[in-house]
């Protein structure tokens, strides 16, 4: 059993930054992606960033490309998704997920663990 637990959402202004992290614990991920996806209200769950555990390639959403960065640490089992340039746009929950093997990244059904989610609130 893995369990993923977010922090480090809340309320910025447009323009301005956070770094969301995630702390994984219960098994080895060494052969998972680790993915970061959102949802706004009314709206379906999105892909926002995924990485390989073992290799560090990533997958990011062309929505947020050269504004958000997933990074992982493997010696403190934690995945941080930097967002900068915050937009209105990327007001969500926020949630962390991790599946077996780094394919099909962009699609939830790939995950089997999710996180309980943070809240990401930007003003404009």
């Known amino acids: 059993q893995v369990q993923l637990v977010e922090s480090g959402g809340g309320l910025v202004q447009a323009g301005g930054s956070l770094r969301l992290s995630c702390a994984v614990s219960?098994?080895?991920?060494?052969?998972?992606?680790m993915a970061w996806f959102r949802q706004a209200p009314g709206k379906e769950r999105e892909f926002v960033a995924a990485?390989?555990?073992?290799?560090?390639?990533?997958s990011v959403a062309d929505s947020v490309k050269g504004r958000f960065t997933i990074s992982r640490d493997n010696t403190k089992n934690t995945v941080a998704l930097q967002m900068n340039s915050l937009k209105p746009e990327d007001t969500a929950v926020y949630y962390c997920?991790?599946?077996?093997?780094?394919?099909?990244?962009?699609?939830?059904?790939?995950?089997?663990?999710w996180g309980q989610g943070t809240q990401v609130t930007v003003s404009s």
């Open positions: 997920s991790s599946g077996r093997g780094f394919f099909s990244v962009t699609m939830s059904t790939h995950y089997t663990y």
């Open positions: 219960g098994r080895t991920l060494s052969s998972y992606a």
């Open positions: 990485i390989s555990w073992s290799s560090g390639i990533t």
